[in-house]
């Protein structure tokens, strides 16, 4: 099954035609969405969006880019709301060292409580890993998590092996798209397809064909045709696993 593992559908950019971009999709192939929180404010949006429909779940967690505006209050609600046993992950949290006006010992510290809060719930993460992923690593090896998610992975092979080694999988998606992207091109061929999913972090993050544009979650079609052919082998066995490994590491079971 083809599974869109990080695509933010309650985002403001959709709401004027969110229905119909999710139905384009699933006409298309696409059979499963995962919608990650940022903050807050969007835990209820995107536990709704759950409730709506089958092909959709959703995960909670406070971004690094968002812990600027939020309270120690925003993790208590957090344990609340996991403790409800609908995530099916702890996300979108990590470390962004990209983004410089953004204390990063205050990132430093939502993420660590937020990798505690994984623990305790035995829920996977979804990872932000921007330019940060050596300081991610020692955390998640400090702590000791069940594994999940290096979205949007753009790191070394070493770096990839000890995801791996940690229960992780490894999210490819737009950037994948373009023939510039040598490194990110090089892993996803070589890399073993069981490591791997697919994602679109819908709006962000358009490929080389919707440059400039809105991406959109259709775009996973294509995104696993590319995949296939950088591999060379048929399009069919990477949805079959790239959906797979994505019910293993985030235990949804529909």
């Not at 950037?175 to 090089?186: K, N, Y």
């Not at 061929?189 to 440059?211: G, K, N, R, S, Y």
Request: net charge negative; hydrophobic share 50%; charged share 25%.
């Amino acid at each position: 099954m083809l599974i869109d593992t990080h695509i933010h559908l309650d985002a403001a950019e959709f709401d004027a035609d969110r229905p119909q971009l999710i139905e384009t999709a699933r006409k298309a192939g696409v059979g499963g969405f995962v919608v990650p929180a940022v903050d807050r404010a969007s835990f209820d949006a995107v536990s709704s969006l759950a409730s709506a429909h089958d092909d959709v779940c959703f995960a909670l967690g406070i971004h690094p880019l968002y812990v600027m505006q939020a309270q120690e209050a925003d993790l208590e609600l957090l344990d609340f709301r996991l403790g409800e046993g609908r995530a099916v992950a702890v996300g979108e949290i990590g470390l962004d060292h990209f983004v410089t006006d953004i204390d990063q010992a205050r990132q430093l510290a939502f993420f660590v409580a937020q990798l505690k809060l994984a623990r305790r719930h035995d829920l996977p993460e979804i990872l932000h890993v921007r330019r940060a992923i050596d300081p991610i690593l020692k955390q998640l090896r400090r702590i000791g998590v069940k594994g999940g998610i290096a979205h949007v992975f753009n790191g070394s092979l070493q770096q990839a092996r000890i995801f791996m080694d940690l229960g992780f999988k490894l999210g490819f998606g737009g950037s994948m798209t373009f023939d510039g992207s040598t490194r990110i091109r090089a892993l996803a061929a070589t890399l073993p397809l069981e490591a791997i999913v697919l994602e679109t972090d819908a709006p962000d993050i358009p490929p080389v064909w919707a440059q400039g544009q809105r991406n959109e979650p259709v775009n996973l079609v294509r995104y696993a045709e590319i995949l296939a052919g950088l591999r060379g082998i048929d399009v069919a066995e990477v949805i079959a696993t790239t959906g797979r490994n994505a019910l293993d590491v985030l235990d949804w079971r529909r």
